[in-house]
């Protein structure tokens, strides 16, 4: 999966996006979510993607999610071990390094390395 610069989308936007069959726009979505001013929302919405059938959308949910950390500097941990568990058993082991990456990411970029 190759990264992909950073668009400004709309919760309209992302939505809308998240619905179609473009993978590669879905996945470049999920990972520019950061610029939406809502915390809760930009969260929730990349959490719910996390366990989609996907590879490639489980993993762009979860650097979405750190991309969260960095900038809000906090992310709800408990939530996000619990949408890691939603994740299809086939994915789970190929995604455990992206997961561990996602944590590292947590740890630095929320405050003092709390999370929740």
């Given at each position: 999966?190759?990264?992909l610069p950073?668009?400004?989308?709309?919760?309209?936007?992302a939505?809308?996006?998240?619905?179609?069959?473009d993978?590669?726009?879905?996945?470049?979505?999920l990972t520019?979510l950061?610029?939406?001013?809502d915390?809760?929302?930009?969260?929730?919405?990349?959490?719910?993607?996390?366990?989609?059938?996907d590879?490639?959308i489980?993993?762009?949910?979860?650097?979405g999610?750190?991309?969260?950390a960095r900038?809000?500097?906090?992310?709800?941990?408990?939530?996000?071990?619990?949408?890691v568990?939603?994740?299809?058993?086939?994915?789970?082991?190929?995604l455990?390094?992206?997961?561990?990456?996602a944590?590292?990411?947590?740890?630095?970029?929320?405050?003092?390395?709390?999370?929740?």
């Amino acid at each position: 999966m190759q990264f992909l610069p950073e668009e400004n989308y709309s919760k309209e936007e992302a939505k809308v996006i998240s619905k179609s069959d473009d993978k590669l726009l879905i996945c470049k979505m999920l990972t520019s979510l950061s610029n939406i001013d809502d915390f809760e929302w930009t969260q929730s919405f990349l959490l719910t993607h996390i366990g989609d059938e996907d590879l490639d959308i489980n993993r762009c949910a979860i650097y979405g999610l750190a991309g969260v950390a960095r900038n809000f500097g906090k992310i709800d941990k408990m939530k996000f071990q619990q949408a890691v568990l939603d994740i299809p058993a086939k994915h789970a082991e190929e995604l455990e390094g992206v997961i561990q990456d996602a944590l590292d990411d947590f740890a630095i970029y929320t405050q003092h390395g709390r999370l929740g």
